[in-house]
C-alpha cells in the first residue's frame, strides 16, 4: 500500500526520524496538514501571528533573517509558542554551501537555526556533502531536513534529473525526512512532502509565485503539507479565518485521498 493511502499516524508510528514521528503525531492530534509561512518583518508580527494561528497549524515556517529586530528572545518567545499550540519550527533557510560552510551557518552565526529549528532546508547544488555537513550538526540536536526538489515559482529549474537526484539522496540520508515539492516522489520509504505555492483563489503574484489549490496538492498529487503565507495573512485578511478555511481545506484533501 502506498503511504499517500495511510494515514498520518500510521506513518508516524512506523518512521524512524524523530521529527518525522512528531510532526505526524502533531497532524493528526491538530487534524492539521497546514504550515503557515509567516514572512513578516518585525518581532512583534512574528510573535503575534504564530499566537493567532498557531492553533491551527503543525508547522510555522520562518524566514528569520527578514526579522530586522532580531534578537534571542524572539527565539525563546517562538519556542514557548511552540508548545503551547503544539507546532514544529521549520527554518526556509534553503542552504546551498559546501558541506564545511553550512555546518557553520546551521549550528553558529547570530541565528544558531540548528539550536531551534525542528526543520530546515537545502539545495543539492553543491552535492551530498551539504547534506553530510548538516547532518553533523543536525543528527545530534534531533533535527530533520527537506530537499529543495522542485520550486513553486515560474521557470524554476529543479525538474527531471535534478529532481531525480534529490529523490536518490533522500532515500540513502537518514537525516533527510522528505522535500519541499508538489508531489510524492517516491515510496521507497516515508519520505514527507511539505508545498508551498497554496492558494484557494489567487493564481499568482506578479514575482513570479504560482498557486495550486489543496485539493491540487494534496490529493491529487499526494503531498503532505500544504504552506501558505499571504493566502492566510495578506492585506484585508483575517488570519484566524483564514487559517480554519485552510486547514478545513487541507485536511478535507488528505481524508479525499484516504477514502478514494
Ligand atoms: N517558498 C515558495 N516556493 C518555493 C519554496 C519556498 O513560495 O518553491 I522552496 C516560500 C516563500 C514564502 C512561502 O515563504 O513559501 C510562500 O508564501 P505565499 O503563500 O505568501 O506565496
Avoid at 494561528?53 to 527578514?66: A, S
Wanted: glycine share 10%; net charge negative; proline share 3%.
Amino acid at each position: 500500500v502506498s503511504y499517500s493511502q495511510m494515514t498520518y499516524a500510521q506513518r508516524g508510528k512506523q518512521h524512524t526520524n524523530p521529527v518525522a514521528q512528531e510532526l505526524f503525531a502533531i497532524m493528526e492530534r491538530k487534524r492539521s496538514n497546514l504550515s503557515l509561512a509567516a514572512d513578516v518583518a518585525t518581532k512583534a508580527e512574528l510573535l503575534a501571528l504564530a499566537d493567532k494561528v498557531g492553533p491551527y497549524i503543525c508547522v510555522l515556517k520562518t524566514h528569520i533573517d527578514v526579522i530586522s529586530d532580531f534578537d534571542a528572545d524572539l527565539v525563546a518567545q517562538l519556542q514557548v509558542l511552540a508548545s503551547k499550540h503544539d507546532f514544529l519550527l521549520f527554518e526556509d533557510r534553503k542552504f546551498a554551501d559546501i558541506g564545511n560552510t553550512v555546518k557553520l551557518q546551521y549550528g553558529g552565526g547570530i541565528y544558531r537555526i540548528a539550536d531551534w529549528a525542528h526543520i530546515t532546508n537545502c539545495h543539492v547544488i553543491p552535492g551530498e556533502g551539504i547534506i553530510q555537513g548538516l547532518a553533523e550538526v543536525g543528527i545530534p540536536k534531533g533535527r530533520g531536513l527537506l530537499l529543495l526538489a522542485e520550486m513553486s515559482s515560474k521557470g524554476m529549474l529543479a525538474t527531471g534529473a535534478y529532481t531525480d537526484k534529490n529523490i536518490e539522496m533522500a532515500v540513502r540520508n537518514d537525516f533527510v525526512i522528505g522535500f519541499i515539492g508538489s508531489r510524492r516522489f517516491t515510496e521507497e520509504r516515508d519520505l514527507i512532502t511539505m508545498t508551498p505555492g497554496v492558494g484557494l483563489h489567487a493564481a499568482g503574484d506578479a514575482l513570479g509565485q504560482q498557486y495550486r489549490t489543496p485539493e491540487m496538492i494534496v490529493t491529487e498529487n499526494g503531498s503532505d503539507v500544504i504552506i501558505v503565507g499571504r493566502g492566510i495573512y495578506g492585506p484585508g485578511k483575517d488570519p484566524v479565518t483564514e487559517a480554519q478555511r485552510y486547514r478545513d481545506a487541507g485536511w478535507a484533501a488528505y481524508e479525499k485521498r484516504l477514502f478514494v
